[in-house]
Nanobody, 122 residues
Framework: QVHLVESGGGLVQAGGSLRLSCAASGRTFSRYGMGWFRQAPGKEREFVATISASGGSTYYTESVKGRFTISRDNAKNAVYLQMNSLKPEDTAVYFC???????????????WGQGTQVTVSS
């Protein structure tokens, strides 16, 4: 069992930055691939980024490449999403999730956090 809690969301102007954190409980955190997803009002949840269990492999959705960076610290049971050059279309609730692999499909993630709101004003 892994319990996930996101933090770091907020209101920022376009072009600004935010760093999201996801704190995980449980001694098996380092076995899980981790992902960040987001959901805007009226839209389906979409994949943002994923990182392998070791942290050696990452993958991003095209719209955030070069702006967002996913990282993890297994000693601290945490995963992060550094978001730079934010755009209004990045506005959404952001969720972290844990999977047995490192995938883009929400259905392959076993555990989810409650989400943190990110709002980017123009």
């Amino acid at each position: 069992q892994v319990h996930l809690v996101e933090s770091g969301g907020g209101l920022v102007q376009a072009g600004g930055s935010l760093r999201l954190s996801c704190a995980a409980s449980g001694r098996t955190f380092s076995r899980y691939g981790m992902g960040w997803f987001r959901q805007a009002p009226g839209k389906e949840r979409e994949f943002v980024a994923t990182i392998s269990a070791s942290g050696g492999s990452t993958y991003y959705t095209e719209s955030v490449k070069g702006r967002f960076t996913i990282s993890r610290d297994n000693a601290k049971n945490a995963v992060y999403l550094q978001m730079n050059s934010l755009k209004p279309e990045d506005t959404a609730v952001y969720f972290c999730a844990a999977s047995s692999g490192s995938t883009t499909l929400p259905s392959t993630y076993y555990y989810w956090g409650q989400g943190t709101q990110v709002t980017v004003s123009s």
